[in-house]
């Protein structure tokens, strides 16, 4: 199993509709996630973290974390143009010294 | 607070030519990294430094050196720059192993 791993897509999802992305992760110690976006030709930014199982709400964002499963979604609500980027995914891993391991990001695209 | 930032932001180098990737955080960080990013490809991490003084190889070390003076500076030094060196490289910070903060990116072809 990839360490942290993530569809890299590209997801389609309308104008308006729910996007769901969708991370695994290999270390059953990581306490804490992190997703990222990425537009074209820029640096990742940071749009979520998440420590505790369940769910974590930020205006249109919400992270889901299920510790027990090695998952954690992140889910965009309302999807706007402006949400079109890769999505990244990251993980400390206690294995790897903590180091934050990245995903290979999901490219979202959202249909006008 | 500028944040991270990164210096210069386009460089072209030829085969042989070294240089240095300027980055600077006015957060307090006491974590700082160096990443690359190929085309259409995630991070992969090439250096990191848990504070001043301390560097650590990542997964793609070689070619590149480090160094740690200060709290706010980790300069990037490539040496006999190759083709296979052509990349985006991008600068963070983080306080601790927590959410890391990025800066612009450098975007270097060796020719």
């Known amino acids: 199993q990839k360490e942290v791993e993530q569809n890299s897509g590209p997801l389609s999802v309308p104008e308006g509709a729910i996007a769901s992305l969708n991370c695994t992760y290999s270390?059953?110690?990581?306490?804490?996630f992190f997703w990222y976006r990425q537009y074209s030709g820029k640096s990742p930014e940071l749009i979520m973290s998440?420590?505790?199982?369940g769910d974590k709400e930020d205006g249109r964002f919400t992270a889901q974390l299920n510790k027990a499963s090695q998952y954690v979604s992140l889910l965009i609500r309302d999807s706007q143009p402006s949400d079109s980027a890769t999505y990244l995914c990251?993980?400390?891993?206690?294995?790897?010294?903590?180091?934050?391991?990245f995903g290979k990001g999901t490219r979202l695209h959202i249909l006008p | 607070n500028a944040g991270v930032t990164q210096t210069p932001k386009f460089r072209i180098l030829k085969i042989g030519q070294s240089m240095t990737l300027q980055c600077t955080q006015d957060?307090?960080?006491?974590?700082m990294y160096w990443y690359r990013q190929d085309p259409g490809m995630g991070l992969k991490l090439i250096y990191y430094?848990?504070?001043?003084?301390?560097?650590d190889k990542g997964e793609v070390p070689n070619g590149y050196n480090v160094s740690r003076s200060t709290t706010e500076d980790f300069p990037l030094r490539l040496e006999l720059a190759a083709p296979s060196q052509t990349s985006v490289y991008f600068c963070?910070?983080?306080?601790?192993?927590?959410?890391?903060?990025f800066g612009p990116g450098t975007r270097l072809t060796v020719t």
């Open positions: 270390d059953r110690v990581s306490q804490s």
């Open positions: 998440i420590y505790s199982n």
């Open positions: 430094s848990v504070g001043a003084g301390i560097t």
């Open positions: 957060m307090n960080h006491n974590y």
């Open positions: 990251a993980v400390p891993f206690a294995s790897r010294d903590d180091k934050i391991i």
């Open positions: 963070a910070s983080s306080y601790a192993v927590n959410e890391q903060y």
